[in-house]
């Protein structure tokens, strides 16, 4: 069982910055991804950064350009740089953890943490 424990979420005015990180317990596989999710309410939930464990990344359209995903000094370690923020980013943004084993495939979340972007 993974636990993903996230940090770094707040309040910052339109045009700020904030750094979002996610650590998960265990061991990291060569085969997981590593990755953010946001959702506001009525919305479904949408991909906003993931990378692997070779550093292969992949953006949501909204946000190329803006924010930049990339690894720690330790593997299991994440973190989501989002300059430029705009009231459009204000969303709970939920880092997950997808691996694939020879046997099943998992889906890891975890709790969620708060961005709210003022104009």
Known sequence: QVQLVESGGGLVQAGGSLRLSCTASGRIVTTDTMGWYRQTPGKQRELVATITTVGRTNY?????????????????TVYL?????QPEDTAVYYCNLYRITIL??????????QVTVSS
């Open 104 to 113: 099943q495939k998992y889906d890891y979340w975890g709790q969620g943490t």
């Open 81 to 85: 740089q989002m300059n430029s923020l």
């Open 60 to 76: 949501g359209d909204s946000v190329k350009g803006r924010f930049t995903i990339f690894r720690g000094n330790s593997e299991n």
